[in-house]
């Protein structure tokens, strides 16, 4: 493997390689376009404009991106410590219960100038606390924590079922799902769309991820681990701690879906709010090669399929909504398990160097 | 028969049911991690032939076509996945989340575009399907009968035969089998390949004998499950066969319980029974009960020295 990386330019590599292996994976999506009959050129342009065409499209399309954003950071954060973080579907279910929870107890006496605060730190806190047992289980019990990962989405899954059905449902209710929100526990929409300030969260996630790696020294010291676990302990990295680290950054960046889906758009806790966002974080940081501008804009166009997709179900019923979910897993198949496919191809066309 | 009787006949077939799925999973996953390659993907090539079964059992009109449709698509699945474990190193647990959101994506889409009913497949009528045997009530179709066999079979070839033992080598130390000469490479595409053939029969088994039908999402974690069985099952297959027994159990009685007041505990949550399969997995893993050793070389791509 390091034999055929070293060889190729680093041009190709951070540009030529994660290009061809997109293009693979949308050229397989063009095939099946093509075979349920359909022209996969007039498909892209339907759905371009139902992602861009109009101020509320884009505004779907940008709200889609910020959970994209979320949990592509989530994921990336983990990449980078050398873990596998797959339990953002049930970091975001329980960062998303934490955040209500918040609200739900404290709405009707805090403004909104402390509510919101309050409500995203829960979130942050609960993501992190359900990203974190995982966590000590893999650095001190020794189990893997793709496994435990997984298993967590399930026990996530369930919790939050039996807590709907039983404890946080509104008097009265028949459909399992909390009360309303106060006003103060409802972030302002930013146009007629579902678009609320979540992003200017996103953003500042990005942001502050990108400082957190490159310019700190817990960073660094997380990167080296996630690298070469061997230097970095030699080095004096505590790799248990860092591992905890992680995966409690990793917990709270996925909880923030909840702070996007619950206060910014439900108004109040509904099952299933997650609908696979934990999961495209994959595709997400893949593309994206786990750098949190890369991260932002592979988010940008999986927002933009997500939207421009809905759109396209509406005019052509042969296509639904889930061809979304089939491009994320060409993407993670191409960009992540089949990533160095490409590399004899270029290797071949490449002109040799001495 | 008296009451009782009646309720652990009952009880008995309903595990047996709702296990024959896990057993066929499991077996199938066994074959592949023991060879070293992890397979995360058992739930989506579970979920991919209960689609296609459904759909070639409605078109043709005939479920053993459905059973064969089943199998060469989750084989197509498996071969994905050996190809880009096997032949291009690439990383495994990557791979078999992929092909599970695909499958996931990839049966509404065609679904839908095939059918027009929202991702599900048309009813299937009783000759389209996999009927019982014996006993209606049971529910004992030959596909029961296949996950019995599949137990001592796969601990035949896996213990018992050259294959198996060669198996087992490339999942512990693969060096070893490549300096005796063996491809290591033809040998876990083999026990991919097993892999896609038992996860095959697992989701024809949900689709055209279980139920009438492909529905969305169908599969509903039962590949996780088996894959905690194989885990909980130590990676042998009579423990785990053993686990999905008991992940069955769970599942029977958990519908039983539904609303019922147990003396001494009150009323237990469905939820709770239904995620006991993870939970118990999770303290297996962590040494908490027993201890869960994986093949030494699971998960890592072998690589032929230049």
Known sequence: MSWSQRSLPAWAEILLVPLINVALAFLVVGIIVRLIGIDPFHALGRLVVGAVGSPESIGYTLYYATNFVFTGLAVALAFHAGLFNIGGEGQAYIGGLGCGVAILAFDKYLPGWLMVPLAITAAALFGAAWAAVPGWLQAWRGSHIVITTIMFNFVASALMVYLLVNVLIAPGSMTPQSREFGPSGQLPALSGSALNLSIVLALGCCVAVWLFLWHTRWGYALRAMGHNPQAALYAGTDLKRMTMLAMCLSGALAGFVGVNELMGVHHRIVLDFPAGYGFAGIAVALMGRNHPVGVALAALLFGALQQGGAELSFDEPAITREMVVVIQGLVILFSGALEHLPRPWIMHLLPRRG | MDDSAAIVFLTAAATLRTATPLILCAMGGLFSERSGIVDVGLEGKMLIAAFFAAVAAATT????????????????????????????????VVSGVALNI???????????????????TPALAAGQRLMPLLSPRAGDNVLVYVALASVPLTWWMISRTRFGLRLRAVGEMPLAVDAAGISVAWLRYRAVLLCGFFAGLAGAYLSIAQNAGFSRDMTAGQGFIALAAIIFGKWRPFPAFGACLIFGLFDAVAIRLQGVTLPGLGEVPVQLIQALPYLLTIFLLAGFIGRAVAPKAIGLPYEKEH
């Open chain 2, 61 to 92: 009109g005939s479920a053993w076509w459905g059973l064969a449709a089943a199998i060469a698509s989750a084989e197509f699945l498996a071969l994905v996945h050996g190809f880009a474990c096997i032949t291009h190193r690439g990383n495994q």
């Open chain 2, 102 to 120: 695909l499958a996931a994506g990839l049966t509404v889409v065609l679904g839908n575009a095939w059918f027009h009913q929202g991702g599900q």
